[in-house]
């Protein structure tokens, strides 16, 4: 059986920090291509940062500089270190994985993405 759940959301200050975390099992983590996506009432599901087999990651220009992917093959987990939070970061962040491993340096599609996690709230405040 499939899982991925988020955890790390929250609330807090613009300029502050969160790190989400996403525990998975259930699929081959190492050879699947792993990102993180959110939602923003009104607006489409936005890819925030993927990561491939190889290492090779994406972000979105909103998040260059302040958001860091990194995955843990050991423990089949995603991570997303989210520093200098904007209110513009607040929406419901989710954890995707593809396991035909689509994914590289431009920006991910969703329907490429089989398998997803609940989500987890992040809220940065002015």
């Known amino acids: 059986q499939v899982r991925l759940e988020e955890s790390g959301g929250g609330s807090v200050q613009t300029g502050g920090s969160l790190r989400l975390s996403c525990a998975t099992s259930?699929?081959?983590?190492?050879?699947?291509?792993m990102g993180w996506f959110r939602q923003i009432p009104g607006k489409e599901r936005e890819g925030v940062a993927t990561?491939?087999?190889?290492?090779?990651?994406f972000y979105a220009d909103s998040v260059k500089g302040r958001f860091t992917i990194a995955s843990d093959n050991l423990d089949n987990t995603l991570l997303l270190q989210m520093n200098n939070l904007k209110p513009e970061d607040t929406g419901v962040y989710y954890c995707?994985?593809?396991?035909?491993?689509?994914?590289?340096?431009?920006?991910?599609?969703?329907?490429?993405?089989?398998?997803w996690g609940r989500g987890t709230q992040v809220t940065v405040s002015s």
């Open positions: 995707a994985a593809d396991d035909a491993g689509r994914c590289g340096t431009l920006p991910p599609i969703p329907r490429h993405f089989q398998f």
């Open positions: 990561v491939n087999v190889v290492g090779m990651k």
């Open positions: 259930g699929f081959t983590f190492s050879t699947s291509c």
